[in-house]
């Protein structure tokens, strides 16, 4: 028997482990220079990338399933299109984000949910079970990246972005801006860009920082999930 002519395509998305060194900054330019200055560090190679411009908007349900059941919601938008992504809420480790990341492509934002029907789609719905989602805050960030390469390696092992970010209430009122370094690891091995870390650190005192994005939001926005009871 043969296929349709018009065949759905399968549901498309990832389910990896996302590992992050966040980096507090108070100026960025700083770091700008540094790296403008430093190409090639030991054996690792670092090259501009382009800028991204990037709109998240973090959502739950008014009674926080999503975030009872240990994620946070985001919905991105930026040049290269739409996706959801599920952020586990807790890190494996205390010195690193170390978290799993539940992403899924959208052919566009609106109305995405009825039609997601990936590995965010799908878990939303179960969660949600028939709640609506609302809009808890949205984070409006300018990345300049910068990826890490090792000659040894095929694929480059991580990206170095230097984020400014404001964050907005649901009703679009601005509540707070920060600037970060973030140093995101492609896949294992680590050790390499450990090193990179202590030494972005060290050259651009540079101090860690274990606060998500989403927790800032929560925390400007004034919104606290209530106990479990």
Not at 41 to 47: E, Y
Not at 106 to 113: A, C, F, I, Q, R
Not at 144 to 162: K, T
Request: charged fraction near 30%; aromatic fraction near 4%; charge should be negative.
């Amino acid at each position: 028997m043969s296929p349709p002519d018009h065949a759905v395509p399968a549901p498309s998305g990832t389910d990896t482990r996302e590992i992050e060194w966040q980096l507090a900054v108070t100026d960025l330019e700083v770091v700008r220079r540094w790296l403008a200055g430093h190409r090639k560090i030991g054996a690792l190679l670092i090259r501009p990338c382009p800028r991204q411009i990037l709109r998240d908007t973090y959502l739950d349900t008014g009674d926080w399933r999503m975030f009872y059941a240990g994620f946070a919601l985001r919905l991105r938008e930026s040049a290269e299109g739409a996706e959801a992504t599920l952020k586990s809420l807790r890190s494996a480790r205390s010195d690193v984000a170390d978290r799993r990341e539940i992403t899924e492509p959208l052919p566009e934002p609106d109305d995405w949910l009825r039609k997601a029907r990936g590995p965010v789609g799908t878990r939303v719905r179960e969660v949600a079970d028939g709640v609506p989602l609302k809009a808890l805050f949205t984070v409006h960030t300018t990345r300049e990246r910068f990826a890490v390469h090792n000659p040894l390696h095929p694929a480059d092992i991580g990206e170095i972005a230097l984020d400014e970010t404001e964050f907005r209430s649901a009703a679009n009122a601005p509540l707070g801006r920060l600037t970060r370094v973030e140093v995101e690891a492609a896949g294992p091995p680590l050790a390499a860009l450990e090193r990179l870390v202590e030494i972005l650190r060290t050259e651009c005192g540079l101090e860690p920082t274990t606060e998500s994005k989403v927790a800032v939001g929560l925390r400007l926005a004034g919104l606290v999930p209530p106990p479990l009871m």
